[in-house]
């Protein structure tokens, strides 16, 4: 005896099947697209930002451009010397640059007027500190020898243009000298 099992599944079963396998498709296509209209979306948004970014950075530049040239011509008609951070007119009264020198460093003062090289700084002296040793040279062809000075010590220099060299601070391996032109 044999029994043969029927099967179960009608023809309505597999259209049910299909049907939901076709809704869910239905459902994964449409977040598909949704997500894609969203990254289209964002991606044209982020464009237009950069673009009027690269817009205004075109026109700061320009407006940076135009400063240089007022300021490099304001140099130019004013007879004016830049140094540092600071500009002097070339045959001012008075100026001043306050600049750090290392030890066995050179730093210049004036567009190369006066240079100054700190030779040392030994710890000496009653009570014990730091002092310094530099020479000073001008391009006048005045050198001077500053030996075991202290901050705050001062000196005046220079043969045909004066300046006055101050001490205002020291470390262990550089000092800070504040040169005015007199």
């Known amino acids: 005896m044999t029994t043969e099992k029927k ?9 049910k099947a299909i049907g939901a396998f076709g809704i ?12 894609g ?5 964002t991606i044209s948004t982020l464009n237009h930002e950069l673009s009027a970014t690269r817009t205004e ?9 135009a400063v240089k040239q007022d300021y490099q011509e304001y140099i130019n008609d004013n007879d004016v010397i830049d140094v540092g951070d600071t500009l002097h007119l070339k045959d ?3 100026g001043t640059i306050t600049q750090k020198i290392e030890v066995q460093g050179t730093e210049s003062f004036f567009n190369n007027e006066v240079s100054i090289s700190l030779v040392a700084i030994p710890f000496q002296g009653d009570p014990e500190r730091h002092m310094v ?3 000073v040279i001008s391009s006048d062809g005045s050198a001077l020898e500053i030996k075991d000075k202290d901050v705050g010590a001062s000196v005046e220099f220079g043969k045909t243009k004066k300046y006055r060299i101050t001490i205002t601070e020291i470390e262990t391996f550089a000092a800070t000298f504040m040169v005015t032109r007199l």
């Open 37 to 41: 209209a969203w990254w289209a979306s």
């Open 133 to 135: 040793v530099a020479n």
């Open 7 to 15: 099967s179960s599944r009608s023809v309505w079963d597999y259209i």
């Open 92 to 94: 001012s009264v008075v």
């Open 24 to 35: 869910l498709l239905s459902v994964f296509s449409f977040g598909f697209s949704l997500a």
């Open 57 to 65: 950075l075109n026109s700061v530049q320009q407006e940076l451009d």
